[in-house]
């Protein structure tokens, strides 16, 4: 009945005769769209790391622009909104210690921490295999039953028990679900009241190598700053190599792989290992501000309901790779889905001036995405319009810089209808819409969008990162090389900025507000808002 009910919702809206896309692409500056991702993505603004001289160059461009195109500042006077962050840099001169078996940081572990403080000591802490570590009583499933790992160090699976049987009745089986994100992971240890966390990486569960957590943990690292200092966080946020755990767990006289398959059954009971684990973090704290940018064109006749398109700006910064400095530009991820906003914000500021539209559209680019969606954890708290009023969060987050394609990939399913403007604007272009082809990576979660839909507003997700490009996840996410190519043909870009210009142009046209298909707690959210189907 579930199935049938979606599959009406969406059909419902199909049935819409499809709207003829804009333009865009006959009227857009190849040659500043160029720029732009050029600009973004060059060695001057280092890797655009928030709180570094690349944030001061990003937001300053990115400000001009909108000024240039006459927009109105989206926060007030302001096109800037100040976030609160703490920078924190652990000494990486630091060594795990578990069961008197010594790993080196970085090759076989990562740690770190967001609690707000100048050290954190694990010391003789009691450690505990705890399964997924996931607690979902709508699953029937819950890792800590009975357990108490107050001041413990847990262990635990990364990705979800769905994906570890690919069977479709556990969880949502190969497509992950928020309890297979390690941030889940690392949120439901401190309800626990754990002190610290190791999730075993590997590869295929994970949807990355490990030097995307290497990058990724070992630098300088940005957290928003609760009243607390963060004190109710967890310790120490830990990864270990696939091979640590299994030294680990034979140290104490276990097999990590078999119990690694027991814990993806149901009632799985979690494994004390009578083992030990020390290490420190020495940490240097700064206090800063970053910065979300974001750009008003106003409605002509709604402009208090709002429409976003959106782009985080930031990225990496400089990484130490094999003991040398290296920037991190982050062409495709993210300049890329930026240089996309402003072509979208400079072609609807020119159609204002003879089509205006009836709702608002809010340009924004956020500000430490990659740490953890914290620009928009912080906008979602604090949004410069109510979240009940805005209809809609388009984000793009890495765009196909090469041939047009005959399809365009849809970031889950049954999830809310804004999958059937998706479909009526990929029908309008001849193209088809293609489920996710690695539903098991979670792309639902990792972007900003999410940090909106936790708010109750519907969002979707555009990234074309691996699809196009077969060797950018392996060789180039998160890595050196994703730089400014210079015989990118575009194509894509050019074919993806016109579909989002015809969604675009059709929300914020209409009075329809979209609603989410599942049940959830975004969708409970919304309709508390009084944004009921």
């Known amino acids: 009945m579930k199935n049938f009910i979606l599959a009406s919702a969406l059909g419902s809206l199909l049935s819409l005769p499809a709207i003829a896309a804009p333009s865009l692409s006959d009227s857009m500056d190849l040659n500043q769209y160029r720029t732009d991702v050029k600009t973004l993505a060059s060695d001057a603004f280092g890797g655009r790391a928030p709180l570094s001289e690349g944030e001061q160059l990003t937001i300053e461009y990115l400000e001009k622009a909108f000024k240039e195109m006459g ?203 009578k083992l030990k684990a020390t290490v420190s973090l020495n940490n240097h704290i700064e206090r800063a501000e970053s910065h979300n940018v974001a750009a008003l064109l106003p409605g002509k006749s709604r402009p208090d309901e709002v429409v976003m398109m959106h782009a985080h700006w930031d990225h990496l910064g400089t990484v130490i790779e094999d003991g040398k400095p290296e920037i991190i530009n982050g062409a495709v991820d993210n300049a890329s889905g930026v240089a996309g906003v402003l072509a979208l914000a400079r072609y609807f500021t020119k159609q204002a001036q003879t089509a205006p539209l009836e709702r608002s559209i809010l340009f924004s680019a956020f500000t430490a995405e990659e740490t953890g969606l914290i620009g928009a954890q912080h906008f979602a708290q604090h949004p410069s319009v109510p979240t009940k009023n805005i209809v809609a969060f388009l984000n793009i987050d890495g765009m196909n810089m090469n041939q047009g394609v005959d399809y365009i990939l ?53 990234m074309s990162l691996g699809d196009t490009d077969p060797d950018y996840i392996a060789h180039k996410y998160h890595k050196g090389a994703d730089d400014y190519d210079p015989n990118w043909s575009l194509e894509g870009v050019k074919q993806d900025l016109d579909l989002m210009a015809s969604m675009l142009t059709t929300l914020a046209n209409s009075k329809d507000w979209p609603h989410w298909l599942e049940a959830s707690d975004f969708k409970a959210k919304r309709e508390q808002d009084g944004r009921k189907k």
């Open 71 to 273: 927009l109105k500042p989206g926060f007030g006077d302001s096109y800037l909104q100040a976030v609160p962050l703490a920078k924190i840099t652990a000494d990486q001169n630091m060594q795990l210690d578990i069961g008197g078996l010594k790993f080196a940081n970085g090759s076989e572990f990562t740690a770190r921490t967001q609690r707000i403080t100048d050290k954190v000591n694990l010391n003789n802490s009691d450690v505990v295999f705890v399964g997924y570590g996931i607690n979902a009583p709508e699953y029937g499933w819950n890792d800590y039953q009975g357990l108490n790992v107050k001041g413990k160090t847990v262990i635990v699976l990364v990705n979800d028990p769905g994906f570890a049987t690919q069977d479709p009745k556990v969880f949502k089986g190969n497509a992950m679900t928020y309890y297979g994100r390690w941030t889940y992971k690392y949120e439901e240890a401190a309800r626990q009241g754990a002190e610290a966390v190791f999730i075993v990486h590997e590869t295929e569960p994970a949807a990355y190598g490990w030097g995307v957590v290497q990058n990724s943990n070992t630098g300088t690292k940005f957290t928003l700053i609760d009243a607390n200092n963060n004190q109710g966080q967890v310790g120490v946020m830990g990864w270990v190599q696939h091979n640590v755990a299994q030294k680990i767990f034979a140290k104490a006289g276990m097999d990590f792989d078999t119990l690694k398959q027991q814990a993806a059954k149901p009632h799985f009971k979690a494994i004390p290992l």
């Open 410 to 462: 849809r970031y889950g399913e049954g999830v809310s209808e804004l999958e059937g403007y998706l479909d009526n604007a990929a029908k309008a272009q001849g193209r088809v819409v293609k489920a996710d082809p690695r539903p098991q990576n979670g792309l639902m979660f990792r972007s900003d969008h999410f940090a909106l839909a936790q708010q109750g507003v519907p969002g979707l997700l555009f």
